[in-house]
């Protein structure tokens, strides 16, 4: 027999184990059966109230087995032979493109400008310790993309773009904890996520896919408005039936590529901002209403802000983004001669502090100066910002910094608080360097944000900046039924890079689509159906 409960747990009897188990046999009215099988569907935490409660679904099985958890696996088909399909980059969009291809028959050639996850350390180690920044290997270029070395925040409101549980199922397969079908915000952790990365790859390879790193696209090969392939920085030509170009948000060498040979882009809107970070006790006590440690039980907390200001009369938001509990800020530049900086945590989430970024809307009407440039009007401004804060650091990648109250009272800090970021911090005000309408609204949501977290505005945290690739600036226009874009046939922008998607799962299932599309209008017509 099979039987489905919704129970409401304490932190205890949630993640004790062996608890967890006695307490739902006995709920349940089954605790009489021997051999119960007791598996958790759905797992969320309500803090609303001051005693925290764990939110829980469970599947009880007794004498008969449960079906497989998951039904994705790892049996891909070998398309070694078959008519290939370029994509351009190796993140999530990327990479599960390519596993979809496979699915479908297709070859895919995965092209990426970096390095593989190992070798990638030790450019992210040189960045940290010596501030070297290798533009074509760091913390958002290289095997998994800007995604490997983050969080690995796993929950999007993009569910419309494709199968979210099917996403969950191939990571499982290829490593992630069980766990990440079961919570209501899962995460993997970046100490995990560069081994799973490995295994996507190795399923490519196994399957008769290629994955080519250190490749680099300098060009597009086009006949007649339609793509053929693309020219390496080597030289090389590689052709295929039609190319995804899923690159990421700070490809920008791509986005000049692409203006360059008049193929349509949009300056899009995006957000910027700056990264703050407290300690972790305090983010916990407030949001799990502790007066000292939150326990053995329940997770470093998390927190999610957003604050409406006016100002010359137009309404922006203020809004946290990429939260990283227990986490550290790291450095993101892609560029020497830029400051950014980005967050990422653990899959324990233990480390001493709380980062986030907070980051304001920024609209094209709020640019004027620099629509001279075009479609590159947004990326041209989010560089000019990021070098400014490269000039105020001391042009390394010590990174501004200034106690949130000091920023807000436009105050020089005198002194900073410990910090997370390994290249370390100079005191700067931010309202001397920062976009005075990015300071300014900043300025007005801080304090207004201690309504809703009481003690969340305070100078025992600080602003570390800045943080700028919150989403891509610019735009890769498609279709809307069929992904491809609107000028050149064949070629199918993809993913964050192409202002489709933000994150690792909606990137993954805007993959997925993007390959869909393609093979289902060329492949047919080129080698037959899939």
Wanted: positive net charge.
């Amino acid at each position: 027999m099979k039987k489905e409960l919704q129970l409401v747990l304490s932190p205890e009897e949630a993640y004790d184990e062996a608890l967890f188990q006695k307490t739902v046999a006995e709920k349940s009215g089954l605790s009489s059966h021997k051999n119960l099988i007791i598996r958790t569907t759905k797992r969320s935490i309500d803090a609303r109230s001051k005693k925290v409660k764990i939110n829980v679904t469970v599947e009880i099985f007794s004498g008969q087995n449960p079906e497989p958890l998951i039904n994705s696996g790892k049996d891909y088909p070998n398309v070694k032979n078959s008519e290939p399909i370029i994509i351009v980059g190796a993140g999530p969009a990327g990479l599960f493109a390519a596993l979809r291809a496979i699915e479908l028959g297709v070859k895919p050639i995965v092209l990426e400008r970096g390095k593989d996850v190992r070798a990638r350390r030790r450019d992210l180690a040189a960045l940290n310790k010596e501030h070297i920044v290798n533009p074509d290997s760091n913390y958002c270029f290289g095997e998994g993309g800007a995604g490997t070395y983050s969080d690995g925040k796993l929950y999007t409101r993009s569910k419309k773009r494709g199968d979210l549980r099917r996403i969950m199922e191939i990571l499982v397969a290829h490593g992630a904890n069980e766990d990440i079908l079961v919570d209501a915000h899962p995460h993997i952790g970046t100490n995990k996520l560069p081994i799973l990365i490995a295994e996507l790859r190795e399923s490519i390879l196994a399957a008769g896919g290629e994955v080519l790193f250190n490749t680099k696209v300098t060009d597009f090969l086009i006949e007649k408005d339609s793509i053929k392939g693309v020219v390496t920085s080597d030289g090389e030509k590689i052709s295929g039936i039609g190319v995804i170009l899923a690159t990421g948000h700070s490809a920008r060498d791509v986005f000049h590529l692409l203006s360059r040979k008049n193929i349509l882009i949009e300056a899009k809107p995006f957000a910027l901002g700056v990264r703050i970070e407290h300690d972790q006790k305090l983010i916990d006590r407030i949001q799990y209403h502790c007066q000292s440690d939150r326990g053995p039980y329940l997770p470093a907390s998390s927190y999610s802000l957003v604050q409406q200001t006016v100002l010359n009369g137009k309404q922006r938001g203020v809004f946290s983004f990429c939260m990283c509990p227990g986490g550290f800020i790291v450095p993101s530049a892609s560029s020497p001669g830029e400051i950014v900086v980005n967050g990422m945590s653990p899959s324990r989430r233990d480390g001493k502090f709380a980062n986030s970024g907070m980051v304001v809307a920024v609209e094209l009407e709020d640019l004027p100066k620099y629509q001279k440039y075009g479609p590159l009007s947004a990326l041209v401004f989010q560089q000019e910002v990021e070098q400014a804060a490269w000039e105020v650091g001391g042009k390394s990648q010590v990174a501004p910094a200034q106690r949130m109250m000091d920023f807000v009272n436009n105050k020089l800090s005198k002194d900073l608080l410990e910090t997370s970021y390994q290249p370390g911090l100079k005191s700067a005000n931010f309202n001397d360097f920062l976009p005075e309408f990015i300071a300014k609204r900043l300025a007005m949501a801080l304090p207004l944000m201690d309504k809703k977290m009481k003690g969340y505005y305070t100078n025992d945290a600080h602003l570390v900046g800045v943080e700028s690739r919150t989403s891509s600036p610019v735009r890769i226009p498609r279709t809307k039924e069929g992904f491809e874009h609107p000028q050149i046939s064949r070629l199918y922008p993809c993913g964050e890079g192409a202002g489709f998607a933000g994150g690792i799962v909606s990137a993954a299932m805007d993959g997925e689509r993007c390959a869909e599309k393609l093979i289902e209008k060329y492949a047919k017509m080129d080698i037959g159906s899939a």
